[in-house]
Every structure is written in structure tokens, then in C-alpha cells.
């Protein structure tokens, strides 16, 4: 390894005298060096003339080389580095999915893993989304590398208040184009929206575009406050629907195309592995 380095520096600065300096050896001891390697190698990694040294191109492809794997390693133990020097294990995650699922889950976390704090980045877009221990995600797992699992599978069903639902008296499919719907806005999330809903329920026919919003939770909020009826995800919704905030309006349900799943991050911790496992068995 000490060979490797002392070349590194050598074709770096293309002189024996400026590595010696930068290594603190003397002129002598980078020859050595290099003499050395060169022997090991079988290849002359240097011309050598009165006025110095330069680089052959095997010299070149090698000086390359090392320089492409210090990089990796400098960036391997600079994560290291802040992973270990980072207290809490980070969760990235959208909103609706911290506060329906992931909050009242960590909740139990904590009280049979007190010493392990959980951070959660909240968040709706994908900026900065590997910058974090674990990742939680609503769609094709399989097109997803790494270290991941499922959470869980839902199904989708149409939802409303308990005033909203008496007051219209929903009992066909059909029925449903007539109300009052809130539309949840998730360009590119992989949601289904009213549309795909009935579609896969048999009806195509046109709906009234009512409330249009873009947060799931606000949603679920303006269905409770009776202002329509929302699609709801059986597994976000269940406190919704325990509670009776919001009820079934139809016995109808589609089953989703997508999962809710969990990955760890690559460098992730021993306590974020145990995060992972956690929240596995626990969904």
C-alpha cells in the first residue's frame, strides 16, 4: 500500500522531490518505492531523463486507477464517519404516511426501544431522499434496488362522514359520480384518483370535479368535515374508520397495483437495521 501511495503522489505532482515533500520522506524513499512497485508490476510506470520523470501510459491508467479507488474510500469513510457521529436513525417520509401510519407505529418503537431515537424527514418530493437511514415509499418495489420489503398491500375504498353518507343514501357504484368528491392531487405517486377508481368498478361515465386538493391528509380532513367523499386507502384510513370519522360508503373495493414498503439505505447503522426489522414485524 505504501508503494501505491508513493507512486499516487509521484505522478501527481510528475516528480520524485514534490511527493517526498508531501509525504515527508526524502526523494530517495519515493524511488524506492516506486523501483519497487515496478518490479512487482513488471512495467515501467515512469520515463526516466536527466531533467526528471513523466508518466508512461501505463503509469497514466494506473495513477487513474488509484485515484478512482481513494475517492471511493475518502466517500466510504466520510459516511461512515457521519453515520456513526449521527444520534438518531433518520426515516424519510411523505406526509400522509407519517401521520396516518409511521407516527402511531414509532410510538409502540419507543417503548420497547427507548434508546433508540427515530428522526423523521418529513417530505413530499424525492429531493434529497438518500440522504437518510430508511426510506419509506407507496409503489413498484420491484423497481427499486437494495435492501427493501413490504410494508403492507391496501385496498381503496370510497369513504365520507356518517352525516355525508345518511344524507345521500349511496348504494350503486353509479351513484357516486353524482356526489360532491375530493380529488387528491399526486402527480407521478402511482395513486389511483376517482376516475381510475370507478373505471375499475365498471363505470366510465363523467364526474363532477368538486374539491381538488394535493395532501392526502387534508383529504381525509375535508371528508370528515363533510364536504365529500375521498378514496381511502384501508391501512392510512384505519383510525378514520375505528373511530367512525369516516365510513365505507360502498362495500365496493379495488385492490391497489402498488405497496407501501420500507428500504434501508446502503452505510445504514446497526440501530437502523433494527428499525427496519422492527417495523417489518410490526406492519
Known sequence: MSALVAFEAA???????????ELNVTPAAISHQVKALETELGVSLFHRHHRGVDLTETGAYLLVALQRGFEAMAEAVAQLRQRSNRSSVSIRV?????????????AQFWKAHGDVSVAQIVS?????AADC?????????????GTRDILFHDHIIALASPRFAETHGIS???????????HHDAPGSGWTDWADWLRALGYTGPLRNSHRVNNYVIALQAAEDDMGAVL????????????????????????TKEDFYVKLH??????????????LAAA
Open 11 to 21: 505522478a501527481r505532482h510528475v516528480g520524485f522531490k514534490a511527493a517526498a515533500r
Open 94 to 106: 411523505t406526509t400522509a404516511v407519517s401521520s396516518l401510519w409511521l407516527t402511531p407505529k414509532l
Open 124 to 128: 413530499d418530493t424525492d429531493h434529497g
Open 133 to 145: 437511514d430508511l426510506s419509506l415509499h407507496y409503489g413498484d418495489m420491484s423497481a427499486d434496488g
Open 172 to 182: 350503486r357504484v353509479e351513484d357516486l359520480a353524482q356526489l360532491s368528491l375530493i
Open 232 to 255: 381511502g386507502w384501508a391501512g392510512l384510513s384505519r383510525t378514520y374508520l375505528e373511530t367512525g370519522r369516516l365510513v365505507p360508503l360502498l362495500p365496493d373495493k379495488v385492490e
Open 266 to 279: 446502503p452505510h445504514a447503522s446497526d440501530r437502523a437495521r433494527l428499525v427496519y426489522d422492527w417495523l
